[in-house]
């Protein structure tokens, strides 16, 4: 059972359009981590939110955590073929005292020239 | 390039047969996950070391086992290998084992593919 729910399950826009990729839980999390994974290598991380309400910035990547540190969501502007993969978020519950990532099951996007 | 290294890369086997994953942590780190990656389960965590002890323990199956060596590398083993062991296995490192923060931020290796036959 994934604690962490990631919507759409797949995304394809053509070159240019914004997506938006949406990760919700009734749990709580310490932090949240997103991640993009290219077939058949190790997902690479994009970035760390911490704070309620935080919005980060990442080139044409924006992260934002939700007030109630239940939810995530990634927007990309003007999507490039080179965005294309498989779009992670993960968490630490908060009562996970160490490390203990929990995975959503992703977002695929395909990003079309 | 992440910092984490992973052998094997591909690893074919049979049924029954065991097998030892390894993994060398990014320089610095302390703590080392193992997590197992299928199509129809997605990353599942299996296991986190923190210098050498066991501190976190996921869905790990009795048949696999893992250790975290004085040199901070670590070996996942899998016995008694069955159809469905078949999978990704990556391995991640941080810095710490705990709390949030870039302290915690985890980074992935490349991966070992395993296929039982």
């Known amino acids: 059972t994934q604690l962490l729910e990631q919507s759409p399950q797949f995304l394809s826009i053509q070159e240019g359009e914004n997506l938006t990729v949406y990760c919700n839980s009734s749990?709580?999390?310490?932090?949240l981590q997103w991640y993009r994974q290219e077939p058949g290598e190790g997902p690479v991380l994009l970035v760390t939110?911490?704070?309620?309400?935080e919005v980060k910035k990442l080139k044409r990547l924006t992260f934002q955590f939700g007030d109630a540190r239940k939810d995530s969501s990634l927007h990309i502007t003007a999507a490039q073929p080179g965005d294309t993969g498989l779009y992670l978020c993960?968490?630490?519950?908060?009562?996970?005292?160490?490390?203990?990532?929990?995975f959503g099951a992703g977002t695929q996007v395909v990003v079309t020239p | 390039d992440s910092g984490v290294t992973q052998t094997p890369k591909h690893l074919i086997t049979a049924t029954g047969q065991r097998v030892t994953l390894r993994c060398s942590p990014r320089?610095?780190?302390?703590?080392v996950y193992w997590y197992q990656q299928s199509l129809d389960q997605g990353l599942q965590f299996l296991i986190q070391?923190?210098?050498?002890?066991?501190?976190a323990k996921g869905n790990i199956l009795e048949r696999f086992s893992a250790q975290q060596f004085p040199d901070l590398h670590s070996e996942l083993n899998l016995s008694s290998l069955e159809l469905g062991d078949s999978a990704l296995y990556f391995c991640?490192?941080?810095?710490?084992?705990?709390?949030?923060?870039?302290?915690?931020?985890?980074?992935f290796g490349p991966g070992t593919r395993l296929t039982v036959l």
């Open positions: 991640a490192s941080s810095v710490v084992g705990g709390g949030t923060g870039i302290m915690n931020e985890q980074f």
């Open positions: 749990s709580v999390f310490s932090s």
């Open positions: 939110v911490v704070t309620g309400g």
């Open positions: 993960a968490g630490v519950g908060q009562t996970d005292s160490w490390g203990k990532l929990q």
């Open positions: 320089s610095g780190d302390l703590s």
């Open positions: 070391y923190y210098n050498g002890e066991e501190r």
